[in-house]
Every structure is written in structure tokens, then in C-alpha cells.
């Protein structure tokens, strides 16, 4: 938006939008109206049924495509939304999308309601449960980053468990009470009337933290990783106590009484709940995993297996009343080092996209729909009820809380401070599955309880929604540190985690180090040779993440400017041949080795026009649970070859360069890096004779250069003119036959454009090291 | 040092809580995991911690049995290494671990922070000199990608230089003409500013007894 004829373009457009959208709602609604006509065929000539109809030339039929039309206008309308607010920067910094989302539900459900006289009952229970819920679980449970979730796992349960219990029992049993005291035999709805059980009933559906509110809301506001795994985590689990409450009061309401035994029972059903969940989702996972192995010929099904599996999981956990979203979440945690250790960089990143994509969209409509509902759904207010539900559950949380964390404190060892512990009771906000449990109920109390859990979920998603980012500017709550990761603190984490793992063993203590290193080893020895393909199951991530930084500094060495200014973008002029033991250094070798490759001017020109030709724009990391920020990858149809062309180029010149300045310590004669050292100074591509290959990566930036990379350097001086020189060597790097080359040529995609995902924060292991 | 008496009484104990910070209820422990692996004995001599079976995997244990008898741990102004440690050593080295109480101030965070990267340091530094040079740097880095097998020998290197090449850069080194030996200690400080290593390198002694099944091989 830099010229202002562009702002001044970019200015219509919301209100271009906003027109259309309008165009759309009432094509929507008139549509709609129109499909209760019965008549489908609109005849051109006389309505006589003796005479011969002429041919109908043009005709309307509707019936037929009714239900994937509303769908996909719904989806549409949806989308259309999600663009709309981007384009007004200060609405959505100041409003949370749920709580627009929500309002425009409540507009189009009243533009229906007065077309139609009568709203399309869209948050039916199966849809949400089937069709939206499930992709924005699983898209949770596939970036759930599991280091701090296990650091937190405790934590998180104990909020989950003991939390949603405390707040069920409190609000149910309080409301009671309140319902008692507030009985009026001649109001329409006699307060008195409501049993203990329908309110436990309405007490345990209202305390449940729901998953989609709490990512759309803290998705905005960026906090600390910390406060995020800790509220989110406890939405995701506490799934399962509300499954099990939900349907112990229900069995309960149908018998009429409940005994010891019953409540014994409601335990055991609570872990067989929990566990058979998280069980079923591993298992699924695995299956994944395993299935994922054979994929090499297919790559194109590889992202289909992954969502399919998953949402088995999460039907059959269904089947059997388990926590479904704990067996979605379980099985897109096991499956996924695994699978991101076979599949292809390419069908990473569509798994990436689509499952974004996905719960972006199902996100949208649920508060659409949220919002059409309301419109349409048979309320009765009650003020009293209505009210002390509301100051019920805030305080219920509060309590629940800051409870919970003093229990909590004393086994942590970063303490929860007084900010976290507010944040965290802000943060618990109730969405669409307390909704969507409503509308299952089958009490005569339906109309009151649905009105005050719209009520609380209004609250929550508005005012908590759209205060909790300036609270969290005023209370300077720490932000999610945008640090990038260096090598030294990677190897330091590494070694950090041996040094205590051997202190407790020292000492006896099998602490979480012992535990967590035998379960590493355990899944290095057996499993992960029975579910990754190949031999990629031998890179270890120190390895993985060197890798990866070495591609991000070479991508962005390039992007800043190309050849020539390489050695300016470098800020020190240390060069290895510094770091060295003063000892050891022969003097006399040093300037030998100091005289850094002059590329003439010509080739530096040549290698920076090619560059830039094909710059592109840094491939960014995903942040895993951001919605908004993903970074739209280039172009990928057709430039395959010219990105690879273009990598290969840039990894070449960063090699070049890292030649001169890796220099390492001069050793005695034929070492490697002597032979190296040497060769650099000609400023060719070499190959090391009988280097033997590394097994899973090719580009090595240590190991001499892989025969790909020379081969390329050939095909790339035929179609360019460059005129680099092979050395004669690199003749006998042409061994690679035909076949290997898919294999290789796919290695090299893999690892250059995306350094495989092992390398994303820790999330190789199931438990990390 | 001299060795301890073979029963220390509980003034004893009291001075080493005082010393080291922990409690009497974990020195007893302590002492109690002291002579299980010196085998009744006062001093563990370096064969006693390669008794210990599940060290065995552990990719740094020669690092960590060096660290136990290295003089600079017990307290900084010494220097070299024992043959044998007492029981007040051994406490010495296990303060290191010790998670920190949580309320102490800023300062006391720093020197906390301090203590233990020094530890660290030490491990690292094997010929005691007060630097890290690439060697030192570079044999760790093999060690810790030791079971990789030929990958991660030359790759071990690659990440050494490369790790190495980024500490000189930070610390600023200007001329090129000068050496750059090594990481002092505050260059390591500074490089590891960002890691919270006082929150991490902590062993929790939240069971009063050791566990009568961790064994000891010979």
C-alpha cells in the first residue's frame, strides 16, 4: 500500500466486500426461500398437460443440489468474512475474530430469521461433533509442542481434573441452592422446580474450557509459551471429565438415584474414559506411522492416510464414548515424528496447509453458526438464573485457580506467579462444546439452561475475548520469546540433558532424566526401525538442527544481496583460522591457507544475476499454533527445478565461501581439512575421493560435496555460461545412475527446502531429549 | 581435604548444611547413595562410578566422573584433580544441583547462575586452563553425537567450527590477526545468556530414599 493510488483502491475494497457479502447473505436467504417451493421445473410454454411440453430450455432444480449448495455458501460466507476483517487492520486489533465472527453469525441469522421466518438449524450436535470440531483438534494436536507440554504435564492435568470437577460441583450445586432460594411458584418457569441433578447436569457443561475460544482468543495475543501450553493443554484434556460428568448425570437423571456404587463407578468410567481415549488415538497413530513407511511410490496419498487415520481415531473413540478429542490429540502426537520422518517435504507441507486451512474454516463457521443459533434457538430469560450463572462460574474459576496453584507450587520449580495465575484464570474461556452439549439435553429446564449457557459463552468470548489483550499489555505479561535458537545453546541442551540423566544416576534417583532417556533409547532401538523408512532413522537431531541453521543462514545470506556481497555480510573478520591453540599453529602455513578464493569480478557478477533472477522469499518456520501467520510458500508449480537450480546455486557460493572460512585448525598432512583447505583455494567444486557418502543427507556442508551438487554444477554451467571449471576428479562422481537420481534428487528437495521436520523444536522424540 | 570420620555425628551434618544448602533429611540420603557406591569405604576412587550400570549409555560419563574429581568444583580457587573424593567433596558437587529456593533475589540468581555454568565450564575444559579451545569444544560435540557412528564424526567437527566461528562472533573479535585461543569463562557466560540454566540443571529430591534398585555392577 505504498501509492496512494493503491490506498486509495485498497480503501473500496472493505466496502466492496462488505456489498458483495451483503449480495451473498441475501442470495443466501432468498435461496433458501426458494427451496421450499416445491416446483422445480419452470415450463416455457403453457402449463397444458395434454399438449406436448416444449422443450425446457432453461430450468431451475434445486432440490438436488440444495445441501452442498447451503454448504458451501455457509463455507463461503464464512471465508468471505475471514478476509473481510483482515482488511480493516484496526477492527481486528482491537476485536478478537471470534467476537466478529460472532456478531455477523447473529446479523445473518436475523436477515434469515426475517426472510424466512425461521433459521436453518445449522450447530446441529452431529455436524459440530463429526464435521467441525474434529480439524481444529487435530490441527491442535499435530503442532502440539510436546516439550513443554510434558514439562507441564502435571500442571496441566491438575487444572484439567481436579479443576473442571471443583468448578462443575461448585456452580452446579450453587445454582441449586440459588434456584431454591429464588423459587416464585407464579413465574413461567418455577426456579424451584430445577432438581440437584439437572443443575450438576448444567454445572458440569458450563465448566468445561473450550479448546476453539481459547485458541482464537490467545492466538492474538502472543503470550508466553508457558501460560499457552498450560490453559490450552487443560482445554484439550479436560474433555474427557466433561464427557464422563455429562453422561453420569444424565444415566443419573434417567434412573432417578444415585448410589456409592454409581460414583465408584463414574471414577473408574473417568480413567477408562481418559486412558481408553488417549490409548485408541496411539494406536492410530502407529498404524499412521507404520502406514506412512510404504509410501515412497506414492507420495500423493501421503497426506490423505494422515488425515484419514486420525479422523478414525477420533470416530472410533466415539463409538466407544471415549474422550474423542483425546484420541485425536494422541494419535496426531505419536504419529507425527515418525510420519515427518517418511513423507515427502511436499506432502509436509500440504499436511501443514490443508489442516490449517481446515480448522480455520470449521473455526469460522462455529462462531458463525454460534451466532445463528442464538437468533433462532427458544430462550427464556431469567434474570436471577441468568446472573448468578454467570458470577457462579467466575468465581468458581478464581477460586479453582488460585487453589490449585498453591497445591501446584510446591511441586514446580518455575513457580506460577500471581500474573500467570490470572491470566490463566481470565484465559478460561467457554465456547461452542458447552453450546453444542446444551442442545443435546433432554430436561424440561432445556430453554433456561441454553439461555444462560449463551449467555456465559457471550461473556466470556466478548468481554474476556476483547479485554484480555490490553490486560495483558498493563499486566506486562512476558511474550512468547522470539529467540532464535543458536548452536551453542542446542548443544547445550543436549548435553545438559546427558549431565543430569548421569547425576541421578549417580545419586539413585530415577528422576524424569532417567525415565525420559530410557524411553529415548527404548525408541531409538526398536521403534523407530519399525516405523521410519530407510535409514533416515539414524539422524539425530543435533545434526538435524545444524543442518537447518546452515540452510537458513545460506537462504538468507543470498537474500541479502548475492555474491559478491558475501564477505561483507559476514560482520567479523574472524575467520577459523583464528580459533585455534596457539601451540599447534605452524606460522609458516598460515597465509596459505589465508588466501581466500578471489572469484574474479565476472563470476561474482554471474552467480548475483542468476540469484537474483530467482530470488524468492525466506521460508519461514510455522509457528505451530498460529493460525494467521503462515507464510504463504512460493510459487511451487513448475519452478521445481529452477528453486532447485537456484538452492543449489546458493548453497554452492555459501560453500565457497564457507570454505575460506571453516578453515579449520591446520592438522598434519592429508587430513581432510588439509586436502580441503587446499583444493578451496581454487575456488572449484571438488569432490574428496572415496568420500563415502553420508547416508541420509546430502548436502553436508562438512563433508566434501556431494556428487549431486557437482553433477548440478555442470548442468547449471551448461545453461547459464557460467564457466566454473570442474576438476577432473568430479568425473568420477558421475557413478549416480539413473535410478538413484529420484532418490537423491528427492533427498535434496527434502533437505533443502525443508531440512527435515525433525528439526523442528524438539519434536523428534516422543520425548524429547 | 582429609576424609571424613566414618559415622559423621549430626554436627557434622549441620556444617555440611550449612556449607551446601541442602537438608539434613537429603544429606542422610546422600550419605547413605556415598557408601552404598564406595562400598563402605570413606572416599570413592574413580572405579567406583564406573560401577554404576546405567551410566554406561551415557555418552559424557567420563566428563561427568571427571567433573566429581575435579578440585575447581569444591571450591574455585583450587585447582587440579583428586584421585579420591570424601563425602564432603561429593556434597560439594551434588550443591551444584541443587534447585534454587524461589524467592532470592537478583543477585542471588546471578551468582546461582554463575556456579552452575561454571560447572559446566569446568566439565568442558578439560586440561584446566580456564579456556575452551576448539579441541575441547570439538571432543564434546563428538561425544554427544557419539552413537551415531561415522556420520557424526565429520559432522561433529562441522558443528564444533560452526559453533565455535558463532562464539567469536559474538564476543566481537575485531582483528583478524589475533588469536583467538578460546571461550574465557565470560564469554561463556555471555553466550549462554539466553539458556535458563538455573531453572534447569536441577535434580529434584522429592522421595526421602534413594531407590534400592539402582545397581552397581560390580
Known sequence: MATRGRSGFCRSLPELELLLLAILVLLNGTVLSLESASSSEIHTGEGNNTSKKPFPVIGIVYDEVSIPFEISLWVLL?????????????????????????????????????????????????????CLL????????????????????????????????????????????????????????????IGILPCLLFGSIISAVDPVAVLAVFEEIHINELLHILVFGESLLNDAVTVVLYHLFEEFMES????????????????????????????????????????SHTRVIEPLFVFLYSYMAYLSAEVFHLSGIMSLIACGAVMRPYVEANISHKSHTTIKYFLKMWSSVSETLIFIFLGVATVDGEHHWDWIFITATLILCLVARVIGVVGLTFVINNFRIVKLTTKDQFIIAYGGLRGAIAFSLGFLLHTDHKKIFLTAIITVIFFTVFVQGMTIKPLVELLAVKKKHEA????????????????????????????????????????????????????????????????????KHAIRMVESGGGSKLNSSFPSTVSMQNIQPKIQSPPSARPAERALPQLTKGREEEIRQILRTNLQRTRQRLQSYNRHTLVVDPDEEG???????????????????????????????????????????????????????????????????????????DEVGQDQGLTMSLPSSSSRAYKTGGKDDDRDQQKLLRCLSDPGPSADEDEDEPIPT | ??????????????????????????????????????????????????????????????????????????????????????????????????????????????????????????????????????????????????????????????????????????VGHKDPNEFYEGITFEHFLKLLSNFDIESRMNIRFLKSDVNPFCQLCC
Not at chain 1, 89 to 116: H, M
Request: hydrophobic share 40%; with cysteine; net charge neutral.
Open chain 2, 1 to 170: 581435604m582429609g576424609a571424613l570420620k566414618s559415622t559423621p555425628d549430626p554436627i557434622e551434618y549441620a556444617d555440611l548444611s550449612e556449607k551446601t544448602g541442602y537438608s539434613l533429611k537429603q544429606i542422610r540420603v546422600l550419605h547413605k547413595r556415598f557408601r552404598e557406591l564406595s562400598d563402605g569405604d570413606d572416599v570413592l576412587r574413580r572405579e567406583h562410578f564406573r560401577c554404576i550400570s546405567s551410566l554406561k549409555y551415557n555418552p559424557i560419563r567420563v566428563e561427568i566422573i571427571e567433573a566429581f574429581f575435579n578440585r575447581r568444583n569444591f571450591s574455585p580457587s583450587h585447582q587440579g584433580s583428586a584421585d579420591e573424593i570424601g563425602f564432603e567433596e561429593f556434597l560439594v558437587v551434588m550443591s551444584h544441583f541443587r534447585p534454587p529456593s524461589p524467592k532470592i533475589t537478583d543477585e542471588q540468581r546471578k551468582n546461582i547462575r554463575r556456579e552452575k555454568l561454571q560447572f559446566i565450564f569446568n566439565m568442558h575444559d578439560s586440561d584446566g586452563d580456564g579456556l575452551v579451545t576448539l579441541e575441547d569444544y570439538r571432543h564434546v560435540v563428538e561425544e554427544l553425537l557419539s552413537r551415531s557412528g561415522a556420520l557424526g564424526k565429520e559432522t561433529a567437527k562441522a558443528i564444533a567450527d560452526a559453533a565455535m566461528f558463532e562464539v567469536a562472533r559474538t
Open chain 1, 484 to 551: 532464535k535458537r543458536s548452536i551453542n545453546e542446542e548443544i547445550h541442551t543436549r548435553f545438559l540433558d546427558h549431565l543430569l540423566t548421569g547425576i541421578e544416576d549417580i545419586c539413585g534417583h530415577y528422576g524424569h532424566h532417567h525415565w525420559k532417556n530410557k524411553l529415548n533409547r527404548f525408541n531409538k532401538k526398536y521403534v523407530k526401525k519399525i516405523l521410519i523408512a530407510g535409514d533416515r532413522c539414524k539422524e539425530p537431531q543435533l545434526i538435524a538442527f545444524y543442518h537447518k541453521l546452515e540452510m
Open chain 1, 256 to 295: 432417578g438415584s444415585v448410589s456409592a456404587v454409581d460414583a465408584i463407578l463414574g471414577l473408574v468410567s473417568f480413567l477408562i474414559v481418559a486412558l481408553g481415549g488417549v490409548l485408541v488415538g496411539a494406536f492410530y497413530g502407529i498404524l499412521a506411522a507404520f502406514t506412512s513407511r510404504f509410501t
Open chain 1, 639 to 713: 519452478l521445481d527445478d529452477l528453486i532447485l537450480k537456484k538452492r543449489r546455486m546458493m548453497e554452492l557460493d555459501w560453500k565457497i565461501k564457507e570454505m575460506t572460512n571453516y578453515l579449520t585448525v591446520p592438522h598434519a598432512q592429508g587430513s581432510p581439512t588439509m586436502s580441503r583447505t587446499r583444493m578451496a583455494s581454487d575456488s572449484q567444486a571438488y569432490v574428496k575421493p572415496g568420500a563415502k557418502g553420508v547416508p541420509s543427507i546430502q548436502i553436508d556442508l562438512a563433508s566434501p560435496q556431494s556428487p549431486d551438487s557437482v553433477r548440478l554444477l
Open chain 1, 78 to 130: 464464512a471465508s468471505l468474512m475471514k478476509l473481510g476483517f483482515h482488511l480493516i487492520p484496526r477492527l481486528s486489533n482491537v476485536v478478537p475474530e471470534s467476537c466478529l465472527l460472532i456478531s455477523v453469525g447473529l446479523l445473518v441469522g436475523g436477515i434469515l430469521k426475517l426472510a424466512r421466518d425461521e433459521v436453518p438449524p445449522v450447530l446441529s450436535d452431529r455436524i459440530f461433533f463429526l
Open chain 1, 134 to 193: 474434529p480439524p481444529i483438534i487435530l490441527d491442535a494436536g499435530y503442532f502440539l509442542p510436546i516439550r513443554p507440554f510434558v514439562e507441564n504435564i502435571g500442571t496441566i492435568l491438575m487444572f484439567a481434573v481436579v479443576g473442571t470437577l471443583w468448578n462443575a460441583f461448585f456452580v452446579g450445586g450453587l445454582i441449586y441452592g440459588v434456584c431454591q432460594l429464588a423459587q416464585d411458584t407464579y413465574s413461567e418457569i418455577n426456579l424451584g422446580n
